[in-house]
């Protein structure tokens, strides 16, 4: 038996996620130089703490009842709606190494075509019958060697370990980044992969695919009793450990260790700079992370934590225990639920060891006797390694862009059958999948909306005769905590009551505002009036912070359920609101333009809005890579179809970037029967 602490290796061994386990030199993940951002996030994280509370759920019909859609929600979540195919594992066993105890087999199988699952399967070297089998799914240990992967399960192994020398069989799997063909978990960490987002794509969807199909896996083992199947793994193992046992009841026996904790601390707290993306589902649905714990019950559950873990804090951690308890007593199945503390920082700790273990044996063997032996490593990471050459036509690297399917753009003929339906069906799925976070979805919304007008000086702006226009600042909140204004620039001859025409421009800010004069025309030469308009987060509302500081407050957005360009959709809404409140002879602005990548923003924007008849500048791209960053949008409808939506009930002007793009509806303009009927803007927002 070789024994890691009395080798010599050059191995590198990293925990990506580990947390900091004291204050000296910790990171600061608060929000403290953005206080009205973090009064923003403190509301919505209230309102939702208030909407998932489980103890709101009165009795237990009331919860079966609920189940089977939270369940569903939570597959969606994960990009699994509709399920893959399961398609043939072609499952191999590229070699054995035998100890005293126990055999392991370096295993692969495919989870879908050339998504390759590299594990290790630990099994007594004598068995007399089908065995409790779990699942160890694996957190962020990396081992590398000369620039070779040799999998995170040769950083856990010792777990298999001591799952076969106390008999059982284990099977421990590599994870998507860390295995031993490696793939990306930091898409919006640190990769800047925000279209993610907009696909409904996060890799904790790949992780969650790979355990269903382990499960699969296993069952065709002879050597384990389907009906006794645990599932166990610390950290990004713990999360994992999460995502299979809430959505599959063949796992009869949950210990996820150090993998969850409450939505508070991942966006009040800042946990969420401590994790990739591989610990979130898409938050369509708006969830805390409660919800996902409760689908576990009635099974056999213990949540495993330190007690000084700064990614998986304490407070978090127990409200969790505190509002599952209230799911399991409405079982009548409190003994099925267990909480462990133990004293210590982010680290696999042998007192978490010990009563995962003691937990399991309980449940699948019914026995409460004392472990033992303990968790020791056998091997060198070369023993384990699965591949000697990584395989062609392998998709793991590349399975983000095939993994949740996009939207399709709809055939011709059905548009056109019936454009009042598609139109309004389109609408509906978007405030559903992708703007559930607008404020007008809480049942006490009100629409008033309240504003302060200042005059000030156009001179910044270099339009010809400066003397004869004017300025207006239009100051307003779009929602609570988020004050933002709008300039109308206009002839001193007019007012704001007069103006029948005007030029909206939703600008990013960063143009030197002396320049928008030259640039876009004196406003005699367009219509009565440019109004000028700067979503939050952008130019002089632009957040504090260094560009890791600017991801993670977007990053939290994604967490309450939405994100920053799906909630400038609604800024940009509200100020087509306000100009038309203030601007009383103005029914919509004649023309809407969005500068740069604003210009999506504006599309979506008109679409819930009654600008008919406004000329909208389709500065967009066939790109959905480069389309907003805002949730389930391209898994939900084409770049081409929303320019064909917006122009159903708009004049729509083409850059010649977005022609492609435009090409659809131009096509169904020269239809006669293309806007032969009245369609309205509004649909029920989802509540």
Same mark, same amino acid.
């Given at each position: 038996?070789? &024994?890691?602490?009395?080798?010599?290796?050059?191995?590198?061994?990293?925990?990506?996620?580990?947390?900091?386990? @004291?204050?000296?030199?910790?990171?600061?993940?608060?929000?403290?130089?953005?206080?009205?951002?973090?009064?923003?996030?403190?509301?919505?994280?209230?309102?939702?703490?208030?909407?998932?509370?489980?103890?709101?759920?009165?009795?237990?019909?009331?919860?079966?009842?609920?189940?089977?859609?939270?369940?569903?929600?939570?597959?969606?979540?994960?990009?699994?709606?509709?399920?893959?195919?399961?398609?043939?594992?072609?499952?191999?066993?590229?070699?054995?190494?035998?100890?005293?105890?126990?055999?392991?087999?370096?295993?692969?199988?495919?989870?879908?075509?050339?998504?390759?699952?590299?594990?290790?399967?630990?099994?007594? &070297?004598?068995?007399?019958?089908?065995?409790?089998?779990?699942?160890?799914?694996?957190?962020?240990?990396?081992?590398?060697?000369?620039?070779?992967?040799?999998?995170?399960?040769?950083?856990?192994?010792?777990?298999?370990?001591?799952?076969?020398?106390?008999?059982?069989?284990?099977?421990?799997?590599?994870?998507?980044?860390?295995?031993?063909?490696?793939?990306?978990?930091?898409?919006?960490?640190?990769?800047?992969?925000?279209?993610?987002?907009?696909?409904?794509?996060?890799?904790?969807?790949?992780?969650?695919? =790979?355990?269903?199909?382990?499960?699969?896996?296993?069952?065709?083992?002879?050597?384990?009793?389907?009906?006794?199947?645990?599932?166990?793994?610390?950290?990004?193992?713990?999360?994992?450990?999460?995502?299979?046992?809430?959505?599959?009841?063949?796992?009869?026996?949950?210990?996820?260790?150090?993998?969850?904790?409450?939505?508070?601390?991942?966006?009040?707290?800042?946990?969420?700079?401590?994790?990739?993306?591989?610990?979130?589902?898409?938050?369509?649905?708006?969830?805390?992370?409660?919800?996902?714990?409760?689908?576990?019950?009635?099974?056999?559950?213990?949540?495993?934590?330190?007690?000084?873990?700064?990614?998986?804090?304490?407070?978090?951690?127990?409200?969790?225990?505190?509002?599952?308890?209230?799911?399991?007593?409405?079982?009548?199945?409190?003994?099925?639920?267990?909480?462990?503390?133990?004293?210590?920082?982010?680290?696999?700790?042998?007192?978490?060891?010990?009563?995962?273990? &003691?937990?399991?044996?309980?449940?699948?063997?019914?026995?409460?006797?004392?472990?033992?032996?303990?968790?020791?490593?056998?091997?060198?990471?070369?023993?384990?390694?699965?591949?000697?050459?990584?395989?062609?036509?392998?998709? =793991?690297?590349?399975?983000?862009?095939?993994?949740?399917?996009?939207?399709?753009?709809?055939?011709?003929?059905?548009?056109?059958?019936?454009?009042?339906?598609?139109? =309004?069906?389109?609408?509906?799925?978007?405030?559903?999948?992708?703007?559930?976070?607008?404020?007008?979805?809480?049942?006490?919304?009100?629409?008033?909306?309240?504003?302060?007008?200042?005059?000030?000086?156009?001179?910044?702006?270099?339009?010809?005769?400066?003397?004869?226009?004017?300025?207006?600042?239009?100051?307003?909140?779009?929602?609570?905590?988020?004050?933002?204004?709008?300039?109308?620039?206009?002839?001193?001859?007019?007012?704001?009551?007069?103006?029948?025409?005007?030029?909206?421009?939703?600008?990013?800010?960063?143009?030197?505002?002396?320049?928008?004069?030259?640039?876009?025309?004196?406003?005699?030469?367009? @219509?009565?009036?440019?109004?000028?308009?700067?979503?939050?987060?952008?130019?002089?509302?632009?957040?504090?912070?260094?560009?890791?500081?600017?991801?993670?407050?977007?990053?939290?957005?994604?967490?309450?359920?939405?994100?920053?360009?799906?909630?400038?959709?609604?800024?940009?809404?509200?100020?087509?609101?306000?100009?038309?409140?203030?601007?009383?002879?103005?029914?919509?602005?004649?023309?809407?333009?969005?500068?740069?990548?604003?210009?999506?923003?504006?599309?979506?924007?008109?679409?819930?809005?009654?600008?008919?008849?406004?000329?909208?500048?389709?500065?967009?791209?066939?790109?959905?890579?480069?389309?907003?960053?805002?949730?389930?949008?391209?898994?939900?409808?084409?770049?081409?179809?929303?320019?064909?939506?917006?122009?159903?009930?708009?004049?729509?002007?083409?850059?010649?970037?977005? &022609?492609?793009?435009?090409?659809?509806?131009?096509?169904?303009?020269?239809?006669?029967?293309?806007?032969?009927?009245?369609?309205?803007?509004?649909?029920?927002?989802?509540?």
């Amino acid at each position: 038996m070789k &024994r890691a602490g009395h080798c010599v290796t050059t191995l590198i061994l990293v925990s990506v996620l580990s947390g900091v386990s @004291s204050s000296v030199g910790a990171p600061d993940r608060s929000l403290r130089d953005n206080p009205e951002l973090a009064a923003y996030f403190e509301e919505q994280v209230r309102r939702l703490e208030k909407n998932n509370e489980l103890t709101q759920v009165k009795t237990l019909a009331e919860w079966q009842d609920a189940k089977p859609e939270l369940r569903e929600q939570l597959f969606d979540m994960l990009g699994l709606s509709p399920r893959p195919e399961k398609t043939p594992l072609q499952s191999e066993t590229t070699g054995t190494t035998e100890e005293a105890e126990f055999v392991v087999e370096r295993v692969h199988f495919q989870s879908l075509p050339g998504l390759y699952v590299t594990g290790n399967f630990y099994r007594p &070297r004598n068995i007399d019958g089908p065995l409790p089998t779990i699942l160890y799914v694996c957190g962020h240990g990396k081992v590398k060697k000369d620039d070779v992967s040799f999998g995170n399960k040769t950083h856990y192994h010792y777990h298999g370990a001591w799952f076969a020398r106390n008999g059982y069989a284990c099977l421990t799997i590599d994870t998507l980044q860390l295995g031993e063909i490696e793939g990306l978990h930091h898409g919006t960490y640190n990769l800047d992969r925000w279209w993610w987002n907009s696909r409904g794509y996060t890799p904790a969807g790949v992780e969650a695919w =790979n355990c269903i199909r382990a499960l699969d896996y296993l069952e065709s083992r002879p050597e384990v009793d389907a009906k006794r199947i645990g599932v166990t793994g610390r950290s990004g193992g713990g999360a994992y450990s999460w995502w299979i046992a809430a959505l599959d009841d063949r796992i009869q026996c949950a210990v996820p260790v150090a993998g969850i904790t409450s939505l508070r601390n991942h966006v009040i707290t800042g946990c969420v700079e401590g994790h990739c993306d591989c610990m979130y589902m898409v938050n369509t649905f708006r969830w805390d992370f409660a919800k996902v714990a409760a689908l576990v019950a009635p099974r056999p559950l213990l949540i495993s934590n330190t007690d000084k873990d700064t990614i998986f804090p304490l407070e978090g951690v127990i409200d969790i225990h505190r509002q599952v308890r209230h799911i399991y007593e409405l079982y009548d199945a409190g003994e099925n639920l267990g909480l462990q503390i133990t004293e210590g920082p982010h680290e696999d700790t042998q007192e978490l060891h010990i009563h995962a273990f &003691r937990w399991f044996n309980r449940f699948l063997k019914h026995d409460k006797s004392m472990i033992e032996k303990t968790a020791v490593k056998f091997f060198e990471p070369e023993q384990l390694k699965v591949f000697a050459q990584l395989p062609t036509g392998e998709i =793991n690297t590349t399975i983000d862009e095939t993994f949740v399917p996009p939207a399709q753009l709809p055939p011709f003929e059905d548009v056109l059958t019936d454009q009042s339906a598609w139109h =309004n069906s389109r609408l509906s799925r978007l405030r559903e999948r992708c703007f559930r976070a607008w404020p007008d979805s809480d049942p006490d919304w009100k629409p008033a909306i309240e504003t302060r007008l200042e005059s000030l000086s156009v001179e910044e702006f270099e339009l010809p005769q400066p003397e004869t226009w004017q300025r207006v600042r239009i100051h307003f909140e779009t929602e609570s905590h988020v004050p933002l204004y709008l300039d109308v620039v206009f002839s001193k001859e007019k007012t704001l009551e007069s103006l029948e025409d005007a030029t909206m421009i939703v600008t990013n800010g960063k143009a030197p505002a002396k320049t928008l004069g030259s640039e876009f025309g004196s406003p005699s030469a367009q @219509s009565d009036c440019i109004v000028i308009f700067t979503p939050r987060g952008m130019g002089p509302h632009e957040w504090l912070g260094d560009e890791a500081k600017q991801r993670q407050i977007r990053r939290r957005f994604q967490m309450i359920g939405t994100t920053a360009d799906a909630q400038r959709v609604w800024d940009i809404r509200r100020a087509i609101q306000v100009i038309r409140r203030t601007c009383t002879s103005l029914k919509s602005p004649a023309v809407i333009r969005g500068e740069q990548f604003l210009g999506g923003l504006v599309l979506l924007a008109t679409l819930f809005e009654s600008t008919s008849g406004s000329q909208v500048l389709a500065n967009v791209t066939a790109d959905p890579k480069k389309w907003p960053d805002i949730l389930n949008l391209t898994r939900t409808i084409t770049p081409q179809e929303l320019v064909a939506l917006v122009a159903l009930r708009n004049e729509i002007s083409a850059t010649p970037e977005s &022609r492609d793009v435009a090409a659809f509806a131009e096509k169904l303009a020269q239809d006669p029967r293309w806007r032969a009927v009245d369609v309205s803007p509004r649909v029920q927002p989802p509540r």
